[in-house]
């Protein structure tokens, strides 16, 4: 059973892609005919400053313009701003934390305050280089949060992203087998 | 048939200026409207719309040139934010007291200092005595529906005046929702040809633009340009039911949300009104009489109207987004208040100044209001009338 209203919030740095990933993440469930809401707060604009980014997803009209405290997940894109940034705070005991990481879950835990909910950990980059050959966290990262938060099927999802992909990149149809093989891998190692 | 999407309130009104396709946008870039000049001149480079570009090298030249050319017979746009809007000060009631029709995206952002990239209303409430139209959003699909009015209201022949359409920076310039679109014929032919009755282009007629007003006239110039602007009040609901027969969606002056019989009311603009509806759905549950009443048009300002829809109100809070330094009210609290006044209704207003810089604005914060409005009334203390919601001690 999904919840009504599904919380999501993204940590990473400028530059790395997080508000990108809030935004496909937004337009991939709105093709599911939700109601969603993708949105970046900023603060001072550089690169490698934390930034922080927004999901809302609901089958009623979001009216709420907030930013989110009490999320359902939190996807860190950047394992270094454990240090920096609390990244469980708020975080629902009943929902999930997604981490970006080559990392055994035990190294990653310590980071956590204690957090109670369910861990999962993500190799992007390792991912990313054996289907793409650039370091690019957005597709595996993608791939996760729709897998964890169940929001969608893998197979509404991977057909969706099909098709997204092949509008984006007209121009460069290696790219798309290459960010669809990250999708598929990210959904067979996420469980 | 409308078209389901999602964009972001930037996206919203570029396409609603792709779809109206103007005669002329003159813009300099500055955060965080830059998207609605980027986005545009695409289309004009992609051939999609017609419209010429000019890049300037300053939002006093953007305005300028749009003055020119609106001036010369040209449907003329531009858009920008904070300083950006600052530095056309001069210029803004160039436009306005020429009577030239203009449209303006504007993307509310504070005005420096401490320079801050963020959200509030400072930039347009201090524009808010040029003589511009100014109608603001709550969201994307609000922003977008006023931009595609805004050329209907600004150029009708009792009105001829600039339009400002506003809605919060990032807070819903950069947030993707979902939207209906028009089709872009509907739009096209919704808004219709711009056919000025005196141009600078037309030969037959010479005319002057601007020129000096000796103290015999200068006076009544301004008062002329007083009647266009109440004009514009009347114009913007006709237009707006217009509106509603091709969209389905409804405006008026401003949104009344559970006001009918609400003892304790907010006044609000922008974004933090869809906020403070879920605020209200919640303390209506606890059996709490709240309500809201969302500026949409506030210049000029309907204070006839807003009198009466607050007249059952026992404790108002007037939001500003901005500080006016006056140290006693906002510049929406200095209107209401003036209206309630004049209407000799008598409730006790409060007047908060929250969100200044892109200070977040929660369910909580402003069921926080309420419950002070609430304990007003039950104490009959009204305590401090001018306060800061959610600020660090």
């Known amino acids: 059973m999904v919840k009504e209203l599904i919380q999501i919030r993204w940590h990473g740095r400028g530059g790395q892609g997080a508000k990108t990933a809030a935004l496909l993440l937004a337009d991939v469930v709105f093709s599911t005919g939700k109601y969603v809401q993708g949105f970046p707060e900023y603060g001072p604009e550089r690169m490698g400053a934390p930034i922080t980014a927004y999901n809302r997803i609901s089958d009623n009209k979001i009216r709420v313009h907030s930013n989110i405290y009490e999320p359902d997940y939190v996807v860190v894109v950047d394992e270094t701003l454990f240090e920096a940034v609390d990244v469980t705070k708020g975080l629902s005991n009943e929902g999930a934390l997604i981490v970006n990481t080559a990392r055994d879950i035990k190294e990653i835990k310590k980071y956590l305050n204690g957090y109670k909910g369910r861990v999962y950990t993500i190799d992007a980059r390792r991912i990313s280089m054996e289907s793409l050959g650039k370091y690019f966290p957005n597709s595996p990262m993608l791939a996760a949060i729709v897998k964890v938060s169940g929001v969608m099927s893998d197979e509404t999802f991977l057909s969706e992203m099909q098709q997204s992909f092949e509008h984006k990149f007209a121009n460069k149809p290696a790219v798309i087998e290459g960010n669809m093989k990250a999708l598929r891998m990210t959904l067979q190692e996420v469980s | ?393």
Not at chain 2, 367 to 379: A, K
């Open chain 2, 1 to 393: 048939m409308s078209i389901r999407d999602r964009l972001s309130g930037n996206e919203a009104v570029a396409i609603a200026m792709r779809q109206i396709n103007p005669d002329v946008m003159s813009a300099f870039p500055i955060t965080p409207s830059t998207e609605i000049p980027h986005m545009f001149s695409t289309f004009i480079a992609n051939g999609q719309v017609e419209t010429e570009f000019i890049p300037v090298e300053s939002e006093h030249s953007a305005m300028s040139a749009a003055i020119g050319a609106q001036a010369a017979g040209a449907r003329s746009l531009t858009a920008t934010s904070s300083c950006g809007l600052a530095l056309m000060w001069e210029v803004l009631y160039v436009a306005a007291s020429n009577r030239l029709p203009i449209a303006m995206a504007l993307v509310n952002r504070t005005l420096s200092g401490p320079i801050n990239i963020n959200c509030d209303h400072s930039d347009s409430m201090g524009a808010r005595d040029s003589g511009w139209i100014q109608i603001y959003a709550e969201n994307n699909q609000e922003v977008y529906d006023n931009f595609v009015q805004a050329y209907r209201i600004a150029e009708h022949p009792r009105v001829r005046l600039p339009i400002m359409i506003c809605q919060d920076g990032f807070i819903t310039s950069a947030a993707v929702e979902n939207i209906e679109l028009l089709k872009d014929g509907e739009v096209r032919k919704f808004v219709g040809e711009y056919c000025p009755d005196s141009y600078l282009l037309n030969g037959k007629q010479p005319l002057a633009v601007g020129p000096y007003a000796v103290s015999a006239y200068c006076m009544e110039a301004k008062r002329a340009q007083l009647e266009a602007l109440k004009n514009a009040q009347q114009v913007t609901l006709a237009v707006a039911k217009e509106f509603a027969v091709l969209s389905g969606r409804e405006y008026g002056l401003f949104e009344e949300y559970r006001l009918a019989d609400a003892d304790y009311a907010m006044v609000i603009i922008g974004s933090a009104a869809g906020t403070a509806k879920d605020a209200i759905d919640k303390l209506r549950t606890e059996g709490k009489k709240v309500g809201l009443l969302k500026i949409r048009l506030f210049r000029p300002f309907p204070g006839e109207e807003i009198a009466n829809a607050l007249q059952k109100a026992k404790v108002i809070a007037c939001m500003d987004r901005t500080e006016s330094f006056n140290a006693q009210c906002g510049p929406l609290g200095a209107e209401v208040k003036s209206a309630l006044f004049n209407a000799r209704l008598m409730p006790v207003v409060i007047n908060y100044v929250y969100g200044l810089g892109g200070r977040d604005v929660t369910v909580e914060s402003i069921t926080s209001v309420f419950e002070d409005l609430i304990e007003i009334d039950q104490t009959n203390d009204a305590g401090d009338k001018y306060r800061y919601l959610s600020l660090r001690e």
